[in-house]
């Protein structure tokens, strides 16, 4: 939201002076909650860790000790308990019907006013009728998504009129690298479907 505003604040035409006044949140030894610590999740605490920052998770699995460890990760077996006491909430999940609508309007009843949700995994993880609510009541300070439902919003949602949100088209991957890793990996699973080797990366393996 800071940067986004920011931005629109230095290229505005009306634009006469910057305001001394105008102040963002600080990353560094914020707390960050992440809920779904698999690979993506890990990784993302791997990069926190170089801002300082204090790491709690929420996951359906406790990582190995040496793995916490690593990052300075401190494991919350109740999500409630993360909720509470994070700065930055992160959704890091994959969308089955455990996990649908699985941040609703008691969980962001439970985050502090100053905390900032984002969302990097699937749009349905968050009950966006209750999300519009808590960004409209300041309930919580802010929200960012990569992610939506459905993929565009329509033009007159609400989350789209509000000022402390910043939504971007699902571009997480959208990279050059990343896409041709991707492309790569799955022809290198085709080829060993094809001939009758194990798949490198099979996602429900037997």
Request: aromatic letters at 6%; hydrophobic letters at 45%; one cysteine or more.
């Amino acid at each position: 939201m800071y940067l986004h505003s920011g931005c629109q604040i230095a290229v505005s035409p009306d634009t006469k002076y910057f305001a001394v006044d105008w102040l963002g949140v600080e990353v560094t030894k914020a707390t960050l909650g992440i809920i779904g610590m698999g690979s993506i999740g890990y990784k993302v605490a791997q990069r926190a860790r170089a801002f300082d920052m204090r790491i709690l998770y929420h996951n359906r699995n406790r990582r190995r000790k040496e793995e916490e460890e690593a990052v300075g990760a401190h494991y919350c077996e109740k999500m409630e308990d993360l909720l509470q006491q994070s700065d930055f909430v992160m959704l890091v999940v994959n969308l089955t019907p455990e996990t649908h609508k699985l941040i609703g309007k008691k969980e962001l009843g439970l985050m502090k006013p100053t905390a900032t949700l984002i969302n990097i995994s699937r749009g349905a993880v968050i009950d966006q009728d209750a999300l519009v609510e808590a960004l409209q009541n300041k309930f919580i300070r802010a929200a960012a998504l990569d992610v939506t439902y459905p993929e565009p919003l329509s033009r007159d949602h609400p989350l789209l009129k509000l000022n402390n949100i910043i939504i971007t088209p699902h571009i997480g991957t959208a990279t050059v690298q990343a896409i041709r890793m991707m492309a790569e990996e799955a022809i290198t699973n085709m080829l060993a479907v094809l001939s009758g080797q194990p798949i490198p990366s099979e996602v429900f393996p037997k």
